[in-house]
């Protein structure tokens, strides 16, 4: 049977339009406030990512970092985020999860036990920032076993013989980081320039959706649309500090983005 | 798990990176793959490489000052009744610390890739304040990132960093203190790989930056082996090497020639910073009971909560204020070659105080806390034991500090 995260790029494709895929931290700016968030723009997104928040991120920008230092400063526990995804999928079962975050929180909670975790929360797929291939080899199997997508990372700097390696090795979705940036920073390459590699990745098997990730906001969402997927995080953490800046309501606001992200990809 | 004999440890990691199978490799994200695919395969090179090697012992020679000299502290030997006590005078170095070494060989690796920036972390500000220099010396722009906490209690040595032309660029994230800075380097240079070369201050990091970071400071060692011989004829019988232990780039240039020897001979001591004296906080990853965690792209012996958060570590001493360390130590300590203890902020300070007192002798901070043992330990040892403490970092840069802490002008 084919994945949730398959049958997402493909009611998307269906559509004629990209999928929309969204990252929110666990536990901004509370617990219960994240997972309201994630459940109001599930109705818009059709994947949605989950950052279990580290302290040491080395590869997040300053809204994540923001987002990330907010939850962690509230609280938020890794078992909290499990049942975050759990309480999610409950009400939202066929919407696919991607946990994303890195390494050393699964380290510490033990890879086997993280896994059986993600299964039992029903959790579809991880992004670990930090374990790149080769050293994922084994993670990725595991995953596999697992029935959870393990999703492997490609960057501008990715070369040729690594990409192919890459996509060799990888399951569902691919995410292509658009440009040399930590995530949240302004888009500095031209939509062609990405498109044009996005188009390499995708040429090397066309059954592998590959998605476009780090500087995609409002602005620039439609000049990418091509792509199989788009994933927008530091836009959506950047409007929940505002939110809370400004004390309005989180859940309206950040559902109020992601609808007009999806309305510029229709 | 064991240490091989007649390789460098810097070598002895196997084709993922680890260090006795689980210590340092390389988790890093997917855009730092080739840059630092492309520095290993440069430093392989280079270190190979006669006209490579020939700049590096001239540069260390005549711009760093090698050798530093090795001395004897009679009076301090004299006051603690014990065994011999003797300094490698390592801050007699360029610039005031072992920092010059790595900065200059960076430097260099920088301009053998043709890049024009070069970027860094920094602590104490040691590591910021070299680079800077060495960038300045070899013509390259610098920018220096360093928690806005350091900056404010380093401060000689952040105007030494701007008055060699570099951007000091201030992180407040976390605890505004040196994890954060290397942070926030690392996300520098992943912006900017295409064009910039990273140095990391320590040997931490992706295993590349432990290895290069090891190779420079291990000019350390490679004096003191001729200086002993010089001075004692062979080898003595009974040495204790003691050295501060942040990153731990220092202790590993100060050991790497002795790793070798019978630690029955040459025994080998790190001494982390325990912070203050009633705080629970403390940077001393290795001798206060941490787990292996993933810092900064490698493993090692971290500090941090059973969720894998790392933890806000305290020291008086910025350059050891870090809470994870060298995968190579971590070696160190798990094959027993080392021993790793811890000395408190007001030891370091009753160190630091004592030995300005008995010897014409200036320690930083970080140095002291090697004092600090040494003290404790000397008067139980006999006559013939020969302690050497790695006074690797001048205290000019403490001045705000000392002056706070102990009224000194």
């Known amino acids: 049977m084919s994945s949730l995260i398959n049958q997402a790029f493909q009611n998307a494709k269906n559509e004629n339009r990209p999928a929309l895929l969204t990252y929110t931290v666990a536990g901004d700016n509370t617990k219960k406030r994240s997972l309201e968030i994630l459940k109001s723009i599930s109705n818009y997104a059709d994947i949605c990512e989950l950052g279990f928040p580290h302290n040491t991120p080395i590869a997040d920008g300053g809204q994540i970092q923001t987002s990330a230092y907010r939850a962690i400063k509230n609280g938020i526990k890794i078992n909290d985020v499990f049942s975050i995804a759990k309480d999610f999928k409950s009400k939202k079962k066929n919407k696919p999860i991607i946990l994303m975050g890195y390494y050393n929180m699964i380290f510490q909670y033990n890879e086997n036990k993280f896994l059986e975790k993600c299964k039992k929360s029903k959790v579809d797929g991880l992004i670990v920032v930090d374990l790149p291939y080769p050293e994922n080899k084994s993670f990725a199997t595991k995953c596999k076993k697992k029935g959870i997508n393990f999703i492997q990372l490609v960057s501008p700097t990715t070369s040729e013989i690594r990409l192919k390696k890459i996509i060799k090795d990888s399951h569902d979705m691919i995410y292509y980081i658009s440009m040399l940036s930590t995530t949240g920073g302004k888009l500095k390459v031209s939509p062609k320039k990405i498109l044009e590699k996005y188009s390499k990745i995708k040429n090397q098997n066309k059954s592998k959706n590959v998605v476009i990730g780090f500087g995609i906001t409002e602005k620039t969402i439609k000049s990418l649309k091509k792509a199989d997927g788009l994933v927008v995080g530091s836009a959506i953490c950047k409007e929940i500090s505002n939110s809370i800046n400004k004390r309005q309501n989180t859940v309206t606001n950040v559902t109020n983005i992601v609808k007009r992200l999806k309305n510029k990809i229709k | ?409």
């Not at chain 2, 855009?31 to 090179?45: A, M, Q, S």
């Open chain 2, 1 to 409: 798990m064991k240490l091989k004999r007649g390789i460098p440890l810097i070598d002895q990691h196997d084709q993922h990176g680890f260090w006795g199978g689980k210590f340092g490799g390389s988790f890093i994200p997917e855009t730092l793959k080739k840059p630092v695919e492309d520095l290993t395969n440069e430093f392989k090179k280079l270190r190979k490489d006669k006209k490579f090697l020939k700049k590096r012992d001239h540069y260390f020679k005549n711009y760093i000052g090698a050798p530093t000299s090795f001395v004897k502290l009679d009076n301090l030997t004299n006051q603690l009744g014990g065994a011999q006590i003797w300094a490698k005078v390592v801050s007699e170095a360029n610039g005031g610390a072992h920092k010059i070494y790595n900065a200059t060989v960076h430097a260099l690796i920088c301009k053998a890739m043709g890049k024009k920036y070069i970027v860094g972390d920094t602590g104490a500000g040691y590591a910021g304040k070299m680079l800077s220099m060495a960038a300045k010396k070899f013509g390259l722009k610098c920018k220096i990132f360093m928690g806005a906490k350091d900056i404010k209690r380093q401060k000689p040595n952040c105007d030494a960093m701007r008055k060699n032309g570099a951007e000091i660029v201030p992180v407040y994230s976390g605890s505004q203190t040196l994890v954060d800075a290397v942070s926030e380097c690392m996300r520098y240079w992943v912006s900017n790989c295409d064009n910039t070369h990273m140095c990391v201050g320590s040997t931490v990091g992706p295993n590349i930056f432990v290895k290069i970071c090891g190779w420079s400071t291990a000019q350390i060692s490679r004096e003191l082996k001729v200086q002993l011989k010089s001075e004692f004829k062979k080898i003595p019988y009974k040495i204790k090497l003691i050295n501060c232990v942040g990153g731990g780039s220092s202790a590993y240039g100060f050991w790497s020639e002795f790793i070798d020897y019978d630690k029955k001979q040459i025994e080998l001591i790190g001494v982390e910073a325990g912070g203050p004296k009633k705080s629970k906080l403390h940077a001393a990853p290795l001798s206060r009971k941490t787990k292996i965690g993933i810092l900064h792209g490698a493993a090692s012996y971290v500090c941090q909560n059973k969720e894998g958060q790392i933890n806000e570590t305290e020291s008086i001493s910025a350059g050891l204020d870090y809470p994870g360390v060298s995968p190579m130590h971590c070696f160190l300590k798990d094959t027993k070659r080392a021993r790793y203890t811890y000395a408190t902020d007001e030891e370091a300070l009753n160190a630091h105080q004592m030995v300005t007192k008995f010897e014409n002798l200036n320690p930083s901070l970080e140095p002291s806390h090697a004092f600090a043992e040494a003290i404790k330990i000397a008067p139980k040892l006999s006559k013939d034991t020969i302690i050497i403490v790695n006074s690797c970092g001048d205290a000019k840069k403490d001045r705000d500090i000392l002056r706070e802490r102990l009224g000194k002008k």
